[in-house]
């Protein structure tokens, strides 16, 4: 199924997007990755607020490279998710409800997905060129010495995603593979 | 006896660090557009689709391909006539790295300590490898690596006992193992013998071979076509979305190694496997 879908991401509208489903983002998500998640979670330990309101946020693993001039942004695909397992729950638990990132999650991950009405999408990895189309703002909002790592936020519109993980954890990289294998079997 | 300024290295490695990052190496566009013509599932010829327009406006728009745009693997094959001038070697190198990704808008990602971390600001250090060769030239090769496939590379100690079905079960595992991880299709970089160290860097430099010349070993040359259709049996797909297109190329290289020993690396690279290459 094919969706255009307007940010933030609520529990009402994370629960229609499914496994599968090609999901067209406008709105805004907030960039971050390995340094700037592991500098977010020591904040939320020490008791802290985060840089920026966490509800229905959406964070897309991104470190991007850096604007030519007349650019919003440089190259901007996304980066391997998985490094990130280790915090996404601690967001999740704080109000994040999207991700948008590449490659395979844990089985805790998926659990916290699940616990909080969470989805996670996924850009094609490795088009940062054709990426950097939709996204039409971009606004340094702190971490400003991680560099690529910094959080951003960003204004993406028509941003092309398809849903990886939906809220009931359903994972289109096993579903893919398997309904591709499926279909090579002589009936 | 010629003799070369390493300014001329920086030169050059600073104009292939942008070239390299820019424009997808023929051989590579050639093996994405050959997969998206036998590609028959739909969600995977969109996933292709989208990769080739990615491609074609990086080179247009002389844009990075992918944001990480990696560490900048650069391998020097020096001719022993040859006698270097004007400076250190390997800081001319990094001189190179260090303007070309200032000048190219191209993206950081070096930090100074494995474990304490620290963005080195510049790209820099390169990881540098210097081979002697006859002659009075120097071959220049630079191959910039993202991590996100780096990181599900591996190497293996097999038993020579293991044999040939043990390679083959090792390459399986690996691609098996990094799924949608490296941004299938992927590249794959596999390096036969030597010793724990040299079978990795034959992978590495298996990755710097084009994808469309074969190994020149017809053994060794019937095993990279045996083991690519292999992979592309998996179903993993562009992207890991599910498909034929796992894998765009499978090279293999090898070297003399003990006779208790048979090391086996397999180094995975993304469809953006960059290298270009200058003869000074």
Redesign the interface.
């Known amino acids: 199924m094919e969706r255009h879908i307007t940010l933030p991401l609520t529990v009402e509208l994370a629960r229609t997007l499914h496994c599968g489903d090609t999901v067209y983002l406008t709105g805004e998500v907030y960039t971050s990755r390995d340094a700037g998640h592991k500098r977010m979670c020591e904040a939320l330990a020490r008791g802290e607020q985060l840089p920026f309101d966490p509800e229905n946020a959406t964070i897309y693993y991104v470190g991007p490279s850096p604007a030519k001039p007349g650019q919003v942004i440089g190259s901007a695909g996304p980066t391997t998710s998985g490094r990130m397992d280790a915090y996404a729950p601690t967001m999740m638990s704080v109000g994040a409800r999207g991700m948008i990132g590449k490659g395979a999650r844990l089985p805790e991950v998926v659990d916290a997905m699940k616990k909080y009405d969470s989805v996670y999408f996924g850009a094609i990895g490795g088009a940062g060129a054709l990426l950097a189309k939709c996204i039409k703002k971009c606004e340094m909002i702190a971490y400003e010495d991680l560099g690529a790592e910094a959080l951003r936020k960003l204004y993406v519109e028509d941003f092309p995603t398809v849903v990886i993980i939906d809220c009931e954890g359903n994972d289109l990289y096993e579903k893919g593979r398997a309904d591709y294998l499926a279909s090579k079997k002589p009936i | 006896m010629r003799e070369i300024d390493v300014k001329q290295i920086t030169d050059v490695v600073r104009r292939l660090c942008i070239e390299a990052n820019q424009d997808l190496p023929a051989d590579v566009q050639n093996a994405i557009r050959c997969c998206r013509a036998c590609e028959d599932?739909e969600?995977?010829q969109n996933?292709l689709d989208?990769?080739i327009?990615?491609?074609e406006?990086?080179k247009e728009?002389q844009?990075?391909?992918?944001?990480?745009?990696g560490m900048a693997c650069v391998f020097l094959e020096i001719g022993q006539d040859v006698h270097l001038t004007g400076g250190s070697l390997s800081e001319a190198v990094d001189e190179g790295v260090r303007r070309g990704y200032e000048e190219g808008?191209?993206?950081?990602?070096v930090v100074r300590d494995p474990v304490r971390?620290g963005?080195t600001?510049d790209n820099t250090p390169a990881m540098l490898y210097t081979e002697l060769v006859p002659g009075e030239q120097i071959k220049i090769t630079v191959g910039p690596k993202g991590f996100?496939s780096e990181?599900m590379s591996a190497v293996r100690m097999l038993k020579p006992s293991a044999g040939l079905q043990g390679i083959r079960d090792f390459i399986l595992e690996t691609v098996e193992a990094a799924?949608?991880?490296p941004?299938p299709p992927i590249v794959v970089g596999v390096g036969i013998g030597g010793t724990f160290d040299k079978a990795a860097l034959l992978a590495k430099k298996a990755l710097m071979r084009p994808v469309d010349v074969p190994n020149p070993d017809p053994f060794y040359a019937e095993l990279e076509k045996e083991m690519l259709e292999k992979i592309n049996r998996l179903?993993?797909?562009p992207?890991?979305?599910?498909?034929?297109t796992t894998a765009l190329g499978l090279n293999i290289e090898t070297m003399p190694t003990h006779i208790a020993g048979m090391p086996c690396a397999v180094n995975i690279s993304?469809?953006?496997t960059r290298h270009k290459t200058e003869v000074i």
């Open positions: 599932w969600v995977a996933v989208k990769i327009e990615n491609f406006i990086a728009e844009v990075p391909i992918c944001q990480d745009t808008y191209l993206r950081k990602s971390r963005n600001g996100g990181n799924g949608p991880n941004c179903g993993i797909g992207q890991g979305f599910g498909g034929r993304c469809h953006v």
